[in-house]
């Protein structure tokens, strides 16, 4: 087993950046291929970015690409999410997620071991 936490979130103003890192304790970091997800007010949760153990592949929705930044440090059993040019589109609660049976998954039902979340507040 592996346990998240989410840190990082807060409140900014459109156009700002954020980093959120997610930090695992319990089994091996490398063991898990990671994500982050989201859920905004009303809405279902979705998939944001994906990273391969290694951290040697990622992955990312259509609508954070170019904008953010998914990343892992396995000797810190540490995985990062850098979001630049912020909108109030991205207010949400972030979620780490992570996965040991698939390469590199996108699909929310692969994941095993959710964080608790993180808020994310951007102001227009």
């Known amino acids: 087993q592996v346990q998240l936490v989410e840190s990082g979130g807060g409140l900014v103003q459109a156009g700002d950046s954020l980093r959120l890192s997610c930090t695992a304790s319990g089994r091996t970091f490398s063991a898990y291929a990671m994500g982050w997800f989201r859920q905004g007010p009303g809405k279902e949760r979705e998939f944001v970015a994906a990273?391969?153990?290694?951290?040697?592949?990622?992955a990312y929705a259509d609508s954070v690409e170019g904008r953010f930044t998914i990343s892992r440090d396995n000797t810190k059993s540490t995985m990062y999410l850098q979001m630049n040019g912020l909108s109030p589109e991205d207010r949400a609660v972030y979620y780490c997620a992570a996965d040991d049976n698939h390469y590199l998954p996108t699909v929310l039902s692969s994941y095993t071991y959710w964080g608790q979340g993180t808020q994310v507040t951007v102001s227009s």
């Open positions: 990273i391969s153990r290694t951290g040697g592949r990622t």
